[in-house]
């Protein structure tokens, strides 16, 4: 019933930023919690980012002090500022959203950052 879609990402190089945005589709359903994971080419898909609807964020070690993870639940919207972005921050970034009784996930969206 939900759908997620990400938009935002493309390539940049070393040290530049990208916006990355994930709305998803209207539902009667609050949402708990919304956040980001990404995977990067032979590696296991790892979470980046996270907000609960009480506004408290977690965020990866990998990317403290250069991320930063913002939502808006009454556009069931979330949101990932990168800066200061690394070759290492390469990846398919997925989204997703976490509901009372269900998730959803976004179809993924590429990042690409060029030394």
């Known amino acids: 019933q939900v759908t997620l879609v990400e938009s935002g990402g493309g390539l940049v190089q070393a040290g530049g930023s990208l916006r990355l945005s994930c709305a998803a589709s209207?539902?009667?359903?609050?949402?708990?919690?919304m956040g980001w994971y990404r995977q990067a080419p032979g590696k296991q898909r790892e979470l980046v980012a996270v907000?609960?609807?009480?506004?408290?964020?977690n965020l990866a070690d990998s990317v403290k002090g250069r991320f930063t993870i913002s939502g808006d639940n009454a556009k069931n919207t979330v949101y990932l500022q990168m800066n200061s972005l690394k070759p290492e921050d390469t990846g398919v970034y997925y989204c997703?959203?976490?509901?009372?009784?269900?998730?959803?996930w976004g179809q993924g969206i590429q990042v690409t950052v060029s030394s």
């Open positions: 209207r539902s009667p359903f609050s949402i708990n919690s």
């Open positions: 997703y959203n976490v509901y009372p009784l269900f998730e959803a």
């Open positions: 907000i609960t609807a009480g506004g408290s964020t």
